[in-house]
Protein backbone atom coordinates (compact mmCIF):
# COMPACT_ATOMS: atom_id res chain seq x y z
CA UNK A 1 0.00 0.00 0.00
CA UNK A 2 1.36 3.47 -0.72
CA UNK A 3 1.74 6.16 1.77
CA UNK A 4 -1.02 7.96 0.03
CA UNK A 5 -3.58 5.46 0.33
CA UNK A 6 -3.29 5.84 3.88
CA UNK A 7 -5.15 9.21 3.65
CA UNK A 8 -7.81 7.21 1.76
CA UNK A 9 -8.41 5.18 5.04
CA UNK A 10 -7.81 8.03 7.42
CA UNK A 11 -11.90 8.92 7.15
CA UNK A 12 -12.99 5.41 7.90
CA UNK A 13 -10.43 5.76 11.26
CA UNK A 14 -12.09 8.30 11.80
CA UNK A 15 -15.33 7.20 12.08
CA UNK A 16 -14.05 4.12 13.90
CA UNK A 17 -12.49 6.31 16.78
CA UNK A 18 -15.87 8.34 17.05
CA UNK A 19 -17.95 5.22 17.29
CA UNK A 20 -15.55 3.84 19.92
CA UNK A 21 -14.61 7.24 21.85
CA UNK A 22 -17.69 9.67 21.30
CA UNK A 23 -21.27 9.45 21.47
CA UNK A 24 -23.37 10.59 18.22
CA UNK A 25 -24.38 13.32 20.13
CA UNK A 26 -21.42 14.73 21.60
CA UNK A 27 -20.49 16.77 18.28
CA UNK A 28 -18.16 18.95 20.20
CA UNK A 29 -15.35 15.97 19.41
CA UNK A 30 -15.99 15.66 15.94
CA UNK A 31 -13.04 15.92 14.20
CA UNK A 32 -13.08 16.94 10.03
CA UNK A 33 -9.99 15.32 8.21
CA UNK A 34 -9.22 17.78 5.27
CA UNK A 35 -6.55 17.22 2.62
CA UNK A 36 -5.07 19.59 0.16
CA UNK A 37 -2.02 19.62 -2.49
CA UNK A 38 0.92 22.40 -2.09
CA UNK A 39 1.88 25.04 -4.26
CA UNK A 40 3.00 24.24 -8.07
CA UNK A 41 6.30 25.60 -7.27
CA UNK A 42 7.28 22.74 -5.21
CA UNK A 43 6.73 20.90 -8.34
CA UNK A 44 10.16 21.00 -8.95
CA UNK A 45 11.77 20.69 -5.84
CA UNK A 46 9.50 18.18 -3.85
CA UNK A 47 8.10 15.03 -4.46
CA UNK A 48 5.73 12.99 -2.43
CA UNK A 49 6.23 14.98 0.94
CA UNK A 50 3.47 15.45 3.29
CA UNK A 51 2.79 18.17 5.88
CA UNK A 52 0.35 17.43 8.59
CA UNK A 53 -0.98 20.73 10.48
CA UNK A 54 -2.60 21.05 13.68
CA UNK A 55 -3.71 24.54 15.31
CA UNK A 56 -5.24 26.35 18.84
CA UNK A 57 -4.68 23.03 20.61
CA UNK A 58 -5.37 25.32 23.87
CA UNK A 59 -4.96 22.38 26.47
CA UNK A 60 -6.56 23.23 29.54
CA UNK A 61 -10.20 22.82 31.07
CA UNK A 62 -12.00 24.01 28.44
CA UNK A 63 -11.00 21.15 25.96
CA UNK A 64 -11.21 17.48 27.02
CA UNK A 65 -8.18 15.71 26.93
CA UNK A 66 -9.46 13.15 24.71
CA UNK A 67 -10.14 15.25 22.71
CA UNK A 68 -6.11 16.25 22.43
CA UNK A 69 -5.48 12.93 21.98
CA UNK A 70 -7.87 12.34 19.27
CA UNK A 71 -5.92 15.15 17.25
CA UNK A 72 -2.86 13.13 17.94
CA UNK A 73 -4.29 9.75 16.78
CA UNK A 74 -5.65 11.14 13.78
CA UNK A 75 -2.90 13.10 12.83
CA UNK A 76 -0.48 9.87 13.80
CA UNK A 77 -2.76 7.83 11.19
CA UNK A 78 -2.13 10.27 8.65
CA UNK A 79 1.52 9.25 8.52
CA UNK A 80 2.94 13.35 7.58
CA UNK A 81 7.07 12.91 7.65
CA UNK A 82 6.53 16.85 9.23
CA UNK A 83 3.56 17.99 11.77
CA UNK A 84 3.66 22.17 12.24
CA UNK A 85 1.04 23.84 15.04
CA UNK A 86 0.73 27.35 14.33
CA UNK A 87 0.11 28.35 17.99
CA UNK A 88 -1.94 29.08 21.16
CA UNK A 89 -1.07 26.11 22.75
CA UNK A 90 -2.52 26.79 25.93
CA UNK A 91 -5.73 28.34 27.53
CA UNK A 92 -5.38 31.31 30.28
CA UNK A 93 -3.19 29.29 32.43
CA UNK A 94 0.21 27.26 32.93
CA UNK A 95 -1.32 24.90 34.91
CA UNK A 96 -1.56 22.23 32.06
CA UNK A 97 1.87 22.31 30.83
CA UNK A 98 2.83 18.79 31.60
CA UNK A 99 -0.38 17.39 29.81
CA UNK A 100 0.68 19.83 26.95
CA UNK A 101 4.28 18.35 26.71
CA UNK A 102 2.32 14.78 26.50
CA UNK A 103 0.45 15.46 23.93
CA UNK A 104 3.00 16.71 21.69
CA UNK A 105 5.51 14.12 22.48
CA UNK A 106 3.06 11.93 21.26
CA UNK A 107 3.35 12.96 17.84
CA UNK A 108 5.58 10.82 15.65
CA UNK A 109 6.76 12.83 13.32
CA UNK A 110 8.75 15.87 14.14
CA UNK A 111 6.87 18.94 14.96
CA UNK A 112 7.51 22.56 14.45
CA UNK A 113 6.05 25.30 16.02
CA UNK A 114 5.08 29.41 16.51
CA UNK A 115 3.28 30.81 19.68
CA UNK A 116 0.17 32.54 19.38
CA UNK A 117 -1.49 34.94 21.50
CA UNK A 118 -2.70 32.78 24.49
CA UNK A 119 0.89 31.52 24.91
CA UNK A 120 1.87 35.15 25.29
CA UNK A 121 -0.80 35.97 27.90
CA UNK A 122 -0.02 32.74 29.75
CA UNK A 123 3.74 33.03 29.65
CA UNK A 124 5.94 32.34 26.43
CA UNK A 125 8.92 31.10 27.76
CA UNK A 126 7.19 28.54 30.40
CA UNK A 127 5.33 27.75 26.91
CA UNK A 128 8.34 27.15 24.98
CA UNK A 129 10.03 25.01 26.95
CA UNK A 130 7.01 22.27 27.59
CA UNK A 131 6.69 22.27 23.83
CA UNK A 132 10.40 21.63 23.54
CA UNK A 133 10.09 18.88 26.46
CA UNK A 134 7.97 17.49 24.45
CA UNK A 135 10.16 17.45 21.28
CA UNK A 136 8.94 20.17 19.19
CA UNK A 137 10.96 22.44 17.54
CA UNK A 138 9.44 26.41 18.18
CA UNK A 139 10.78 28.86 15.73
CA UNK A 140 10.75 32.01 17.22
CA UNK A 141 11.23 34.66 14.29
CA UNK A 142 13.69 32.19 12.80
CA UNK A 143 13.75 29.33 10.20
CA UNK A 144 15.33 26.05 10.38
CA UNK A 145 15.80 23.32 7.16
CA UNK A 146 14.94 19.87 7.10
CA UNK A 147 16.02 17.13 4.53
CA UNK A 148 13.81 14.45 4.19
CA UNK A 149 14.80 11.41 1.36
CA UNK A 150 17.31 13.55 0.31
CA UNK A 151 14.79 16.72 -0.40
CA UNK A 152 15.77 20.06 1.50
CA UNK A 153 12.53 21.80 3.18
CA UNK A 154 12.65 25.26 4.83
CA UNK A 155 10.68 25.93 7.55
CA UNK A 156 10.06 29.90 8.33
CA UNK A 157 8.34 30.94 11.64
CA UNK A 158 6.91 34.00 12.87
CA UNK A 159 6.29 34.58 16.37
CA UNK A 160 2.95 36.26 17.61
CA UNK A 161 1.93 39.36 15.39
CA UNK A 162 -1.42 39.67 17.39
CA UNK A 163 0.56 40.34 20.62
CA UNK A 164 3.34 42.60 19.04
CA UNK A 165 6.11 39.97 19.15
CA UNK A 166 6.53 38.82 14.95
CA UNK A 167 10.08 40.18 13.82
CA UNK A 168 9.59 39.27 9.92
CA UNK A 169 12.93 40.51 9.51
CA UNK A 170 14.95 38.38 12.06
CA UNK A 171 12.51 35.69 10.54
CA UNK A 172 13.61 35.73 6.36
CA UNK A 173 17.40 36.64 7.28
CA UNK A 174 19.37 34.13 5.29
CA UNK A 175 16.35 32.29 4.09
CA UNK A 176 17.67 30.55 1.01
CA UNK A 177 15.74 31.51 -2.78
CA UNK A 178 17.09 27.79 -4.21
CA UNK A 179 14.90 25.88 -1.62
CA UNK A 180 11.69 25.46 -1.28
CA UNK A 181 10.15 27.01 2.22
CA UNK A 182 6.75 26.90 4.16
CA UNK A 183 6.15 29.79 6.50
CA UNK A 184 3.95 29.65 10.32
CA UNK A 185 2.12 32.48 11.47
CA UNK A 186 -0.38 32.35 14.31
CA UNK A 187 -2.04 35.16 12.45
CA UNK A 188 -2.88 35.00 8.89
CA UNK A 189 -2.79 38.37 7.93
CA UNK A 190 1.22 38.21 8.41
CA UNK A 191 1.35 35.55 5.33
CA UNK A 192 1.00 38.96 2.61
CA UNK A 193 4.45 39.99 3.28
CA UNK A 194 5.99 36.62 3.48
CA UNK A 195 4.55 36.07 0.15
CA UNK A 196 6.27 39.44 -1.07
CA UNK A 197 9.28 37.60 0.03
CA UNK A 198 9.19 34.52 -1.34
CA UNK A 199 7.13 32.14 1.17
CA UNK A 200 4.68 30.60 -1.02
CA UNK A 201 2.58 28.57 1.25
CA UNK A 202 1.47 29.68 5.18
CA UNK A 203 -0.10 27.91 7.71
CA UNK A 204 -1.83 30.14 10.41
CA UNK A 205 -4.27 29.77 13.02
CA UNK A 206 -6.18 32.49 15.75
CA UNK A 207 -9.87 32.61 14.39
CA UNK A 208 -11.32 28.42 15.13
CA UNK A 209 -13.02 29.26 12.03
CA UNK A 210 -15.61 31.41 13.95
CA UNK A 211 -16.68 28.09 15.80
CA UNK A 212 -20.15 28.83 14.77
CA UNK A 213 -20.63 29.20 11.35
CA UNK A 214 -24.11 28.30 10.14
CA UNK A 215 -25.77 31.14 8.64
CA UNK A 216 -22.17 32.41 7.78
CA UNK A 217 -21.65 33.77 11.41
CA UNK A 218 -18.47 33.42 11.26
CA UNK A 219 -17.96 35.80 8.77
CA UNK A 220 -19.77 38.19 10.58
CA UNK A 221 -17.87 38.00 13.97
CA UNK A 222 -14.14 36.92 12.49
CA UNK A 223 -14.76 39.33 9.65
CA UNK A 224 -16.97 42.37 10.02
CA UNK A 225 -15.97 42.31 13.51
CA UNK A 226 -12.70 41.43 14.42
CA UNK A 227 -11.37 42.83 11.03
CA UNK A 228 -10.00 39.58 9.73
CA UNK A 229 -9.07 38.85 6.04
CA UNK A 230 -9.11 35.18 6.26
CA UNK A 231 -11.53 33.49 7.92
CA UNK A 232 -10.97 29.52 7.97
CA UNK A 233 -9.46 27.30 4.89
CA UNK A 234 -7.13 28.18 2.04
CA UNK A 235 -7.17 31.81 0.43
CA UNK A 236 -4.55 33.24 -2.16
CA UNK A 237 -2.96 31.30 -5.20
CA UNK A 238 -0.59 27.77 -5.36
CA UNK A 239 -0.49 28.29 -9.19
CA UNK A 240 2.63 29.42 -11.07
CA UNK A 241 0.48 32.15 -13.70
CA UNK A 242 -0.73 33.88 -10.38
CA UNK A 243 2.35 33.47 -7.86
CA UNK A 244 1.13 35.14 -5.31
CA UNK A 245 1.10 32.38 -2.39
CA UNK A 246 -1.47 30.80 -0.16
CA UNK A 247 -2.23 30.71 3.36
CA UNK A 248 -4.35 28.17 4.96
CA UNK A 249 -6.15 29.02 8.06
CA UNK A 250 -7.06 25.65 10.22
CA UNK A 251 -10.14 25.35 12.31
CA UNK A 252 -7.96 24.35 15.20
CA UNK A 253 -8.79 21.74 17.96
CA UNK A 254 -9.62 23.70 21.36
CA UNK A 255 -11.42 26.61 22.40
CA UNK A 256 -10.27 29.29 24.35
CA UNK A 257 -14.24 29.76 26.06
CA UNK A 258 -16.56 27.35 25.26
CA UNK A 259 -15.98 24.46 23.24
CA UNK A 260 -19.04 24.87 21.62
CA UNK A 261 -18.89 24.10 17.29
CA UNK A 262 -21.88 24.51 14.79
CA UNK A 263 -21.37 24.22 11.54
CA UNK A 264 -19.67 22.17 9.16
CA UNK A 265 -16.54 24.66 8.56
CA UNK A 266 -16.56 24.84 12.80
CA UNK A 267 -15.48 21.17 12.84
CA UNK A 268 -11.85 20.64 14.89
CA UNK A 269 -9.62 19.83 11.91
CA UNK A 270 -7.00 18.38 11.19
CA UNK A 271 -5.42 19.01 8.11
CA UNK A 272 -2.86 16.95 5.69
CA UNK A 273 -0.79 19.08 2.59
CA UNK A 274 0.61 16.90 -0.05
CA UNK A 275 3.60 18.69 -1.05
CA UNK A 276 5.02 17.91 -4.52
CA UNK A 277 1.89 17.32 -5.53
CA UNK A 278 -0.59 19.21 -8.14
CA UNK A 279 -3.35 21.23 -6.77
CA UNK A 280 -6.24 19.33 -8.62
CA UNK A 281 -5.07 16.08 -8.62
CA UNK A 282 -6.88 14.46 -6.18
CA UNK A 283 -10.51 16.03 -4.21
CA UNK A 284 -9.54 18.67 -1.81
CA UNK A 285 -11.72 20.11 0.68
CA UNK A 286 -12.22 23.45 -1.54
CA UNK A 287 -9.92 25.78 -4.05
CA UNK A 288 -8.96 28.79 -3.11
CA UNK A 289 -11.31 31.47 -1.59
CA UNK A 290 -11.66 35.19 -1.97
CA UNK A 291 -10.56 37.24 1.06
CA UNK A 292 -12.76 39.48 3.21
CA UNK A 293 -12.31 43.03 3.28
CA UNK A 294 -10.27 42.85 6.57
CA UNK A 295 -9.09 45.84 8.67
CA UNK A 296 -5.60 46.75 9.93
CA UNK A 297 -5.67 47.02 13.75
CA UNK A 298 -4.96 50.56 14.77
CA UNK A 299 -1.49 51.58 16.81
CA UNK A 300 -3.55 52.15 19.64
CA UNK A 301 -4.99 48.25 19.37
CA UNK A 302 -1.98 47.26 19.18
CA UNK A 303 -0.46 49.21 21.81
CA UNK A 304 -3.30 47.51 24.16
CA UNK A 305 -2.66 44.52 23.59
CA UNK A 306 0.96 44.50 24.00
CA UNK A 307 -0.19 45.62 27.39
CA UNK A 308 -1.96 42.92 27.75
CA UNK A 309 0.63 40.87 28.02
CA UNK A 310 2.92 43.25 30.16
CA UNK A 311 0.10 43.14 32.53
CA UNK A 312 -0.04 39.41 32.81
CA UNK A 313 3.52 39.25 33.12
CA UNK A 314 3.42 41.86 36.23
CA UNK A 315 0.30 39.86 37.77
CA UNK A 316 2.38 36.41 37.54
CA UNK A 317 5.80 37.70 39.14
CA UNK A 318 3.48 39.21 41.87
CA UNK A 319 1.83 35.99 42.67
CA UNK A 320 5.63 34.18 42.05
CA UNK A 321 6.90 36.65 44.57
CA UNK A 322 9.16 37.88 41.78
CA UNK A 323 7.64 41.18 41.68
CA UNK A 324 8.68 44.75 43.22
CA UNK A 325 8.17 44.29 46.93
CA UNK A 326 5.17 47.25 47.87
CA UNK A 327 6.66 50.47 49.39
CA UNK A 328 6.12 51.07 52.67
CA UNK A 329 4.33 53.97 53.59
CA UNK A 330 6.80 55.19 56.68
CA UNK A 331 10.37 55.41 56.25
CA UNK A 332 12.74 53.82 57.69
CA UNK A 333 14.69 55.89 60.06
Given at each position: ???F???E?L?K??Q???????????T????R???F???E?????????R???????????V????????????T??????I?????D??????V?????T????????P??????????????????????R??????????T????RN??L??????????G??DRH???K?L?????V??????????D?L?E??????????????????????EL??????G???????Y??????????A??V???????L?????GE???R??A????????????E???????????V?????K??????V???????D???G????P???????
Amino acid sequence: MSRFATIEGLRKFRQTLLRERDPWHDTSRRFRIRRFAGPECFLEHLEGLRVGHLTDLHVGRVTPMEVQYDAVSMTNAGKPDIVVISGDFVCHSQVYLADLTDVISKIDAPVFAVLGNHDHWAGAQPVREALRRGGAEVLDNAHTTITIRNQPLQILGLDDAYTGHADRHAALKGLRPDQPVIGLSHIAEEADALWEAGVPLVFSGHTHAGQVTVARLHELSVGKLAGHKYIHGLYGSRGTEDPKGAVYVGAGVGAALVPLRVGERAKREVAFFELGMQPGAFDEHHREQPAHAGRVPSSKTKERRADAVRRKQERRDRRNGNGKPPTSAVEPS
